[in-house]
């Protein structure tokens, strides 16, 4: 599988990114139904994994690691991105009052600790602040995330649903580069394609990430994008033997800004296929048949 | 007539700029009847043409090419604006599955060729990004367009229809300044002074253009604004002798970030008159006053 | 107090900064009324006053300017703010046809003569554009309020209810740095946390202020929001002796981006409390509670 060379960084990320947000929602979550989806992704090539703190309730990272744990010598054939800030309403924080965000520096070190705990290892590759947090103070975070990078305890940051003002704030009290920006993008979510985020993003190098590359699955639903989008998904699928989902991720690996979609099926025989993606041609009028058979008029 | 040097460019643009997308809708085409037009613009100065390869179902450069290859000592009187990245569903192009927009170098460089044949021209002294293209590789567009002002196929380039982060992407990508955005501006379209957009194509010294500078003719119809609008027009017509027209027009030149409007009527004591507007006087106050009826509320 | 550096200037500031536009509504205006309130403000450390030229229809300044003509020894005690470029309908100007901005060269310096006047100083510490005036000529105004700088009148300039691109094309225009914006926030209005804005301002230096920090008053009604509110309000007074006007000033000084609250009482016992907002604690977790609460809704 082709890699791709986060914004300004020295990491190798895969095309395809695995998503493991839905690790503990898998009916076996023996270590060895998680080492085959680790298996089934190292074979074609798909070496980066994408956690967060809060995954699964704040389980998904541990399952992870205990396959880490169980076979050391996965951690230098991939790549681990996980998130912070998120402060979840959760059994588990029993006295939090309401969902919040933490970016504080305290917060921060003690999020990535925790994840590098969880997962079995002592670094992570990418450090992603979840969501925008208003109560921010970018000269502590900034500091904070500076001295993880210099520890070696991650090896770049960057941001998630971030918009640019934001990032550049935080960037402004950085020495090392943000890398990444991950946000929702698809045929059913265009908005960053339009607004100025994702001309914004390469603008300022950081390397756009897809999350819900399918719509959260509303692209298998019967709504009138999908029935508008059906005879496009039928002609790709003769022409290409392309099924819906792999059109759908197809669409953003076309796009010249190098989107990397994660992708979080739990279903094996979905997971030995992605790989086939990488195959699929949308050309330019294509791309744009799709786009307005989604938005449901022509463009402008 | 006052002329403007736009952008960042030695390009002088005269200070109302005649657009000719509805050429191809006057009852005579003959090549008499566009010369008629180009010589009732060139006789008061007006002496910039804006066109795009698409105007008039791919029409109207021809029939203003006509003109030119008719007297070539035309051209080096005037400066030919022209347009491209719009693909239109169109008889012409019967293969097309869906209107798209396409800034790839190679459609890019073809468009050009085309519009150079068709206007009997081997320059244009201003090319314009039609619209925003969510696909658009900015490397390789950036590239085409540094290319296409080296090589003298074209003076300048510019783009129309965009927001900052999308002009500042693709300029990223130039060696060559971007001079202009041609957006849509008028009494009944005033999002651009108030959402940033005019403000941030003066600080990247991007020339403003106005395009439905009267509102698509909205500005002639009976509504709430026209009712509001109609007791100024009055006053000013009574003390400056002007027409609602020119006030609308006057509206826009008055304003110190020198945008230039794109007036299109097909209509030749219309365009005899164009040149009175420079006469007209509207004061800030009264600036002011045609914009709170327009938008029916005082300002904050 | 504690005080504060407005932006990039040598101007100190009170942490919290009075603000007069209520004082001609007051029972009582004589001077030893107004001079109550400035004594009771400075016996607290609340050395800053924001003013603006229309304020209590063009009489707030006078009303102030009284108690400094009285006791000029005042006004070295005091930073004064005042604002100019709206022209209200008004008696005082009968003539006027509608209201308009105005950041001309020539209404600039005089609206800033008449606020020295009014105000019996020979200098203002700061002076704000009150709105961006989308007919603004950026060079022009900038240069204005460069030299208004350079004459000793005014000791630094910043903007009012203004978003990223027009204060930039105003600096572009400037040799002198903008040195604060101000904006309406509070738990009520919380757009410039998330829209970029709050953002913007600190990686350009601006200080932000924050005209109705208590919602104009809408806190103290019965309203969805104040009755979510309310559990919390109860909680802090229990804790920590606050009131609801205070604490929601306490929200806006917790921000790391050192945000200037401006509050405007005419109520002298509340005038003296004031300093005691100092001494609350808003740790990040109450901060997103209220930010809940007002919002109706958690955190994405």
């Known amino acids: 599988m082709r890699t791709f060379q986060m914004g300004k960084s020295n990491l190798q990320f895969s ?51 205990k396959a880490l744990a169980d076979d050391p010598s996965l951690r230098s054939q991939m790549q681990l991105i996980s998130k912070c800030d998120i402060a979840l309403m959760s059994d588990k924080f029993s006295d939090r009052r309401v969902k919040f965000y933490d970016t504080s520096a305290e917060y921060v070190r003690a999020s990535v600790e925790q ?30 995330l500076d001295q993880l990078i210099d520890s070696g305890k991650v090896k770049a940051v960057g941001v998630s649903n971030f918009e640019v003002w934001d990032w550049r704030l935080l960037q402004a009290n950085m020495r090392h580069p943000l890398v990444a920006n991950q946000v929702e ?30 719509g959260g699955g509303a692209l298998f639903g019967d709504t009138p994008e999908t029935r508008r ?9 003769q ?32 997971i030995k296929s992605l790989s ?22 022509e463009v402008a």
């Open 15 to 65: 095309r395809l990114v695995y998503g493991v947000w839905r690790l503990a929602d898998a009916e076996d979550t023996s270590i060895k139904h998680v080492r085959e989806k680790i298996d089934l992704c190292l074979d074609q090539g798909i070496t980066t994994f994408d956690h967060a703190d809060i995954y699964g309730d704040y389980e998904c990272e541990k399952l992870f690691g």
């Open 115 to 144: 994840s590098l705990q969880n997962l079995s290892t002592d670094y992570l590759d990418l450090l992603l602040i979840h969501r925008p947090d208003p109560f921010m103070n970018a000269a502590e975070t900034g500091a904070a």
């Open 185 to 214: 993008m698809s045929l059913l979510q265009r908005d960053a394609f339009t607004n100025g985020n994702l001309s914004a993003m390469q603008l300022d190098s950081l390397t756009p990430m897809a999350w819900s590359p399918l």
């Open 229 to 237: 989008l059906a005879p496009i998904f039928e002609r790709l699928a």
């Open 239 to 270: 022409e290409q033997g392309a099924s819906v989902d792999h059109v759908a991720l197809a669409w953003l690996l076309a796009h010249s800004a190098n989107i990397l979609p994660v992708v979080g099926t739990n279903n094996p025989s979905r």
């Open 276 to 297: 086939n993606i990488l195959d699929i041609e949308i050309d330019r009028e294509t791309w744009f048949e799709l786009w307005t058979a989604a938005a449901g008029q």
